[in-house]
């Protein structure tokens, strides 16, 4: 497939989403001018039908739910859940929960409620009502929020496959802990434990269920709880991934020095260094960066949980507006991404700094991090394994505003799976660059490939 092919493709979307783009602004005239609301309909209007035109499923119900949403806020509910209700809309859940996210969002409770309980599936139901829940706990509403919480275990007894089920408990769980009912978390846990060890699944998925559990009993401040369960895996590797997300949840609490001796019992190198990337992601989150690059240094090189760990930081400086710093964290971050064993890991880590350089405006260096990468991807004997590692640089050139690059890469992939998810991170950079869109031919030459 060519350059030109993969344009045209992906030009529906492009137009379904540049007139979604314009959506905000006009709002905003609509609160001043009746004719706003007019406006907004007939932008919405013309995004679903080029939603409608994208041939490809997953895109046009991407954008599906972006325009349900933008329906929300223009106070037309209706239309919303007329989108949702679409028969070429593949992922109805998926709109829905877009649009209760959005009414969630609008302090609309009642309403994202009411829509999360339109939602079929059981766990898609049962999660985006624990959302809601979360959110509202959050804003110190913890007795409305445990009343929800009821109605997502509700919805959790329609899910029939025991793993599935046991993981929305799990979820449940965590965010009663967070409202304030320990009791009721443990007693959720137990009820999971219990789908667990009476599934038919295959002892390794129960291990892994076991491991989650584990996670979910350390975030309640369950540490001890947490340790048992992880001491009663059968499967050593799940066991050290219990650790690492019991050590991740200890840091995530605050309790670093705990979370680091948790870490020392870890004897599997791949799981002891996950472990320590968390910890760093945890620290930097709390904007202790010279703990996280002090806990950053004690990762060995050979996987790319250093470079993970110093790019997770240097996200942090980001987000203190200190872009010298996080320049100098993203070069350590590349020499570390060069010293990754495994080419497939490689790629797609220097792929990920290389999108961190085009953020803090480092483009030389983004770009050359980008042929770094292309590189690493020439080593990959596998041409599915490449397309991973393609798509974390075709995030980094869209984000650098190097689209045709950013095609030309897209056009290695033999995955659909990541060729959609491409097309859609191009697409969205490229409205997002757009100055003037509705001044300007959205088909540029970019798009046609001309």
């Not at 809309?89 to 339109?118: C, F, M, P, Y």
Request: net charge negative; proline share 1%; aromatic share 4%.
């Amino acid at each position: 497939m060519d350059i030109k092919e993969l344009s045209w493709t992906m030009r529906s979307c492009f137009l379904a989403l540049s007139t979604l783009l314009c959506l905000d602004t006009t709002l905003l005239d609509a609160e001043e001018q009746p004719k706003g609301v007019s406006e907004v309909g007939e932008i919405l209007e013309q995004a679903t039908q080029s939603a409608a035109q994208i041939k490809n499923a997953f895109f046009r119900a991407k954008v599906f739910h972006g325009i349900a949403a933008a329906y929300v806020k223009a106070a037309n509910l209706e239309k919303a859940l007329a989108v949702a209700d679409r028969k070429d809309n593949v992922h109805k859940d998926g709109t829905l929960e877009s649009i209760s996210r959005t009414q969630l969002e609008r302090r609309q409770i009642l309403n994202a409620i009411e829509t999360a309980s339109k939602m079929e599936d059981g766990l898609s139901k049962a999660l985006m009502l624990r959302h809601i829940a979360e959110d509202i706990t959050e804003k110190g509403e913890r007795k409305d929020a445990l009343k929800i919480l009821v109605q997502a275990l509700v919805a959790s007894s329609a899910i029939k496959d025991g793993s599935t089920r046991a993981y929305a408990l799990q979820r449940i769980a965590e965010t009663q802990g967070v409202a304030g009912d320990r009791n009721a978390a443990r007693l959720t846990i137990q009820e999971a434990i219990k789908f667990i060890n009476s599934s038919p699944e295959t002892v390794m998925d129960k291990t892994l269920a076991l491991q989650m559990t584990a996670e979910v009993q350390a975030r309640l401040g369950d540490v001890k709880a947490a340790l048992e369960t992880a001491e009663s895996i059968q499967d050593d590797a799940r066991k050290a991934g219990a650790l690492r997300d019991i050590a991740g949840a200890q840091a995530r609490a605050g309790d670093v020095s705990h979370a680091l001796e948790t870490v020392a019992t870890i004897n599997d190198p791949f799981n002891h260094e996950y472990a320590l990337q968390q910890i760093v992601e945890a620290q930097a989150d709390r904007k202790d960066i010279q703990g996280a690059l002090q806990t950053a240094a004690a990762i060995k090189q050979s996987n790319g949980s250093k470079a993970i760990a110093l790019f997770r930081i240097a996200e942090a400086q980001v987000g203190s507006r200190n872009f010298e710093a996080a320049s100098l964290t993203l070069q350590q971050a590349r020499q570390a991404a060069l010293n990754i064993q495994d080419v497939k890991e490689r790629a797609h880590t220097l792929g990920w700094v290389a999108r961190g350089k085009a953020e803090v405006g480092d483009k030389v260096s983004a770009s050359e991090t980008v042929q770094q990468a292309l590189t690493a991807t020439n080593d990959i004997t596998g041409k599915k394994d490449k397309d991973s590692p393609l798509l974390s640089i075709v995030e980094a050139q869209a984000q650098m505003g190097d689209f045709k690059g950013a095609l030309q890469t897209t056009a290695s992939m033999s995955s659909d799976f990541f060729t959609d998810r491409a097309f859609y991170q191009i697409a969205r950079a490229q409205v997002q660059a757009a100055p003037t869109l509705r001044h300007q031919n959205v088909c540029g030459c970019v798009m046609c490939g001309e």
